[in-house]
């Protein structure tokens, strides 16, 4: 089962009736996630990062009604991005889901090292929107830049820093 953390911002956007509460003492192999509201051009975006792998994806122009239909939003996104990072392969989609479905909404969990890593993804996204070179691109491209740069919250004790791409594709491959 897979969790996602809220922060403060997004929990008051989603409202409390649709957060539970976690036992946080059981470890998920593939990781839970942070999601996070941000506002860019006056419109609303989720942001959700992985906890091991710090892997990324971005739904942009989200409104109240999509609450709703959170969770196909999430999966929807998630496959593709992963797909379009070859993560996965197309053929792959329904295994991912079955490993990660179902998933809940939880209070933050106030993870210093993903959130940390979470607001630096959010600031790479709006330079990019910024700049002229990526005015035009699509979401999923630029979602595919902020996976492939380097962070130091992927470090471990073989390297200083890691890829979130190259991390998510080891932890798909080597979980059960």
């Given at each position: 089962m897979t969790t996602i953390y809220c922060t403060n911002k997004l929990k008051d956007f989603i409202g409390s009736t649709h957060l539970i509460e976690v036992d946080s003492s059981t470890q998920n192999p593939y990781g839970d996630w942070n999601g996070?509201?941000?506002?860019?051009?006056?419109?609303?975006?989720?942001?959700?990062?992985?906890?091991?792998?710090?892997?990324?994806?971005?739904?942009?122009?989200?409104?109240?009604?999509?609450?709703?239909?959170?969770?196909?939003?999430?999966f929807n996104r998630?496959?593709?991005q992963l797909v379009f990072d070859k993560v996965i392969d197309i053929s792959d989609t329904l295994l991912i889901l079955q490993k990660l479905l179902p998933f809940r909404l939880a209070s933050t969990n106030n993870d210093k090292k993903t959130i940390g890593t979470l607001n630096e993804f959010v600031f790479q996204y709006k330079c990019n929107r910024d700049s002229q070179y990526w005015f035009d691109k699509p979401l999923i491209k630029i979602n595919s830049s902020?996976?492939?740069?380097?962070t130091r919250a992927g470090q471990n004790k073989d390297r200083q820093y890691g890829r979130p791409i190259l991390d998510m594709t080891e932890i798909i491959n080597t979980s059960p």
């Open positions: 996070h509201l941000f506002f860019y051009d006056k419109r609303k975006h989720l942001i959700f990062v992985n906890n091991k792998s710090f892997y990324s994806i971005i739904i942009e122009d989200i409104k109240k009604a999509d609450i709703k239909k959170m969770d196909s939003l999430f998630l496959t593709e902020i996976n492939d740069s380097l």
